[in-house]
């Protein structure tokens, strides 16, 4: 029996193999959920190629959930960044009207949820950030057609 080491031709070529057998199911899950994010995307009026960049998705997940671009810094931070991610996520499935346990989906099972919410029937209705106790993003216009409440009739 031949004496393998590592430095043999034959072993190189075992590892070579090890390697692409644990890539392959890598990038078929990478891509479904790139094909979800960018249906969610496309949903929610910002450009589904978004999701290939790696900080500017999360820029236009921001954007979409309605949070600051300044969380970014956030995510930068370890520990906070868990807690944020988590926050964010559950901010996106409210935005599309769905509940908490789509969240936890969504952070579990991200290759299943990504798509359940780009290509099923779930419109999105808005940021939910205001409903989920944070600021919705200031309109620079501003409301135009303001009016005074009525004083109280005596």
Known sequence: ????????????????????????????????????????????????????IPI????VILEIVGKPIWWIFLFLIPCVNIIFLVWTMNLLSKSFGQSEGFTVGLLLLGFIFWPILGFGNYPYLGPSA????????????????YQDPQPPQV
């Open 56 to 59: 500017y998705n999360l820029i």
């Open 1 to 52: 029996m031949e004496n393998l080491d590592a430095s043999s031709p034959g072993m190189a070529a075992a590892i070579a193999a090890i390697f692409l057998a644990c890539l392959i199911p890598f990038l078929i899950i990478w891509v479904i959920v790139v094909i979800g994010q960018w249906k969610v995307f496309t949903k929610a009026g910002k450009p589904g190629w978004a999701c290939i």
């Open 130 to 145: 205001a409903e989920a106790g944070g600021l919705r993003p200031r309109d620079p216009l501003g409301p135009t057609n």
